[in-house]
């Protein structure tokens, strides 16, 4: 079945075929669903598949949907620890399907929503568990001059551009109407822990953007790198790391789970297998780091649920996803009172 809703798909069949992508200048397009951002489709001809991601149409937010951004860094680490799909083309000419896009390889594997792991045995959700912490863990030990991406982004003072550019897009989506968020926005800023380190962070690193082999706890590739950055590990850790505190009632959270019986480990567990790969530098303001992350998370969805609003939102569940953002901030101010309180005993 065809997909005719975006762009100029004999356009893209004729540039494909002149790359020699495809044998023959005829494609067949079907929209994939999932994910809140970019549109995503299977392109297929003959035997060969591919998978097209593109910016939105319509008004966005300027630091969302960088796509090229994605291309770049999926191309630098193509033959790096991390598994990522091959990229083969990335191209800005709208006359082709309307947005900018890149095409990239289709890999044939499972995509893992539910972080239950429904129908799964314990010992195979450990297994999977284990496997997003080894892949993360590798992320953070990427050497960003061997890969290329020492200009990928601004060095230093990662934690306050964050806060800053966060801060500037939620006064634009109706985040400054909640108490929470407007708390956050002036506690984040005053209170960023004095610790530094960069390296290349994934910034959206959870169980639904990796594909996994078919049958193994093996991940063959770490998609959707729009946030992606030079930035604080343990930052891009905590953000992986939410789920242990947001109910699954909430957003695809573990926390009102029994964990134990599942077979998927504790948080302090799992974040003892990342300090054994990658070291404790920062841990002693983990509660901040979760913070910073339930507030970027609220403002995300904040974000989405803005662009519901205007009509160009991916997802089906744009409107229901946006409900959350409120929550989410508010389960943020929690842990920043947390770790406020904590840095006065320490004092």
């Avoid at 504790?266 to 983990?286: P, V």
Wanted: negative net charge; charged residues 20%; glycine residues 8%.
């Amino acid at each position: 079945m065809n997909d005719t809703t975006h762009g100029n798909w004999d356009a893209l069949a004729q540039l494909l075929h002149e790359h020699g992508l495809i044998d023959h200048a005829l494609l067949s397009v079907t929209r994939l669903t999932g994910g809140q951002s970019n549109p995503t489709y299977l392109v297929s001809s003959g035997e060969r598949r591919y998978v097209l991601r593109m910016k939105p149409a319509g008004l966005i937010q300027s630091r969302a949907h960088a796509i090229d951004r994605e291309y770049r860094v999926m191309r630098a680490l193509r033959r790096s620890a991390v598994p990522v799909p091959e990229v083969h083309l990335y191209s800005e000419d709208l006359a082709i399907v309307g947005s900018p896009f890149y095409l990239m390889a289709y890999l044939d594997g499972r995509v893992l929503v539910d972080q239950s792991l429904p129908g799964m045995q314990p010992e195979q959700r450990n297994a999977i568990y284990a496997e997003m912490n080894r892949v993360l863990a590798s992320l953070h030990r990427i050497d960003v001059e061997q890969v290329g991406l020492c200009d990928y982004s601004p060095h230093g003072n990662f934690l306050a551009r964050q806060i800053a550019g966060w801060t500037r897009q939620c006064r634009t989506t109706g985040a400054g109407d909640s108490s929470a968020m407007q708390a956050l926005m002036n506690w984040l800023p005053r209170n960023i822990p004095e610790i530094e380190e960069t390296r290349l962070v994934h910034g959206d690193f959870r169980l639904d953007n990796l594909v996994f082999h078919p049958s193994e706890p093996r991940v063959i590739g770490v998609l959707d790198w729009e946030l992606s950055a030079l930035g604080h590990p343990l930052v891009d850790f905590a953000y992986h790391c939410l789920s242990w505190h947001i109910p699954s009632t909430l957003w695809r959270g573990v926390a009102d789970l029994d964990l134990p019986s599942l077979g998927i480990p504790s948080e302090t567990t799992y974040m003892q297998w990342y300090i054994e790969a990658n070291g404790t530098a920062g841990m002693e303001h983990w509660d901040f780091y979760i913070a910073y992350n339930l507030f970027r998370l609220a403002a995300i969805m904040f974000g989405i649920a803005e662009r519901a609003r205007q009509g160009n939102a991916a997802a089906a569940d744009a409107v229901e996803t946006g409900r959350k953002a409120g929550p989410m901030a508010e389960l943020g101010w929690h842990f920043a009172m947390r770790y406020q309180a904590g840095r006065r005993l320490i004092q």
